[in-house]
């Protein structure tokens, strides 16, 4: 690994999570090798992005798809088409929204971070129910002639409270707004590329470079032909709230690829392969007093795959949860594993490499050993 060796860099052994922080996830040869040949040659951007496009359609079975630099990007992309459509004096104009829609609804409980990649637009979020409930009228009331769009986070900010996807999508067509889904780390299951759209949501956006091991800089927008090309407009190479968003060729020809041996992937196989490390991870950790393990599911950002959740006794053991995370983080390799709760660590297989899953664990051991 010269590259990073040359830069001082340690790689990290990733038992935590496709966190965009820790790289994301890891490319496989057959998209790297893709991206190579991509960076060979000049071409017109517009249509290599439609062609890809058309094809990543057809792959996810949705009627439109657009690649654009992440699953953030997208976010952003999506809020300006459904500002401006594709007319070109409103792209112009934004983030000043005079006279246009400038408005998103947002149910309160799915504020989170990724939200500011809407509102950068200029757009006002118009916030809707609290943890426990959230009403039909009040998704009702929140919709005026200024509501650009409802936005959906689907994941760990998808509350017990919050009304019904489909709810949503009912009360959105009834008043002509469009529902756009945030599901950027919603794979596996892989049935999610059409999941949302076919229940009526109309743009569904994915990270490319989280479990599709695409390009870190990429992401798919997926969806209604009208939107996607009004997304398109708003995006680069066009002088627009997109243009700092750039895709390259390299990016787009590397997420085709990523897509199509995703969709060709054998998710049970990879499935069962995750709940043997988890089993194997359990069966030796359980032994050590002050150490409880066993697996837990979902993960992550509620992924149908199982983890393994240990709870640490910090007096049996002779050390912190927050010191184990630590020392295995400063330790040769570095391996990055997630807190849980107050006294735990979750162990996730979904981001190893084959063969990394005994590193995590001999390492974990070591920490612990030296503890003792
Ligand atoms: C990771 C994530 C994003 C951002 O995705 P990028 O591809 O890194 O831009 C947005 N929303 C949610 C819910 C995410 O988990």
Redesign the pocket.
């Known amino acids: 690994m010269s590259v990073y060796k040359n830069l001082g860099i340690r790689p990290v052994i990733n038992a935590f999570a496709t966190l965009?922080r820790l790289g994301g996830s890891l490319m496989p040869v057959e998209v790297t090798e893709a991206m190579l040949e991509a960076s060979k040659n000049f071409l017109e951007l517009d249509e290599l992005q439609k062609r890809v496009g058309d094809r990543l359609a057809v792959l996810t079975r949705n009627e439109a798809a657009y690649v654009s630099s992440?699953?953030?990007?997208g976010?952003t992309l999506a809020a300006a088409a459904c500002v401006t459509g594709t007319d070109p004096a409103a792209i112009a104009q934004i983030p000043n929204l005079t006279g246009l829609k400038n408005e998103v609804i947002i149910h309160r409980t799915h504020r989170?971070g990724?939200d500011h990649a809407v509102r950068q637009v200029g757009v006002k979020v118009v916030e809707i129910g609290f943890t426990i409930e959230t009403a039909r009228w009040e998704l009702e009331q929140a919709i005026s002639p200024q509501t650009a769009a409802i936005f959906w986070?689907q994941?760990v900010?998808t509350g017990i409270g919050d009304l019904p996807l489909h709810t949503v999508i009912e009360v959105a067509k009834d008043h002509g707004v469009p529902v756009i889904v945030?599901c950027?780390?919603q794979l596996p299951p892989v049935e999610n590329l059409w999941r949302f759209t076919q229940m009526g949501a109309d743009l569904a956006i994915f990270?490319?470079?989280?479990d599709l091991r695409g390009p870190q800089s990429s992401?798919l927008v997926l969806g209604r032909r009208d939107l996607i090309e009004a997304c398109a407009v708003n995006a680069s190479p066009n002088h627009s709230i997109g243009r700092p968003m750039k895709v390259g060729k390299e990016e787009m020809v590397g997420l085709l690829t990523a897509v199509e041996l995703y969709l060709n992937m054998d998710h049970e196989a990879r499935k069962q392969n995750c709940e043997d490390i988890v089993a194997a991870w359990t069966h030796r950790l359980k032994q050590i007093p002050g150490l409880t393990a066993r697996r837990d599911f979902p993960n992550e950002?509620g992924q149908p795959l199982p983890w393994c959740l240990l709870t640490v006794d910090p007096q049996l053991l002779g050390i912190s949860r927050d010191q184990i995370i630590d020392r295995l983080m400063a330790g040769n390799p570095a391996v990055a594993v997630a807190p849980a709760n107050h006294d735990g660590i979750h162990l996730n297989p979904m981001t190893l490499e084959p063969g990394e899953d005994q590193i995590v664990i001999d390492r974990l051991i070591a920490v612990l050993h030296q503890a003792a």
């Not at 992440?70 to 990007?73: F, K, P, Y």
Request: proline letters at 0%; hydrophobic letters at 45%; zero cysteines.
């Open positions: 965009t992440g699953a953030a990007a976010l989170n990724y986070f994941g900010m945030d950027a780390a990270s490319g470079g989280k992401g950002a």
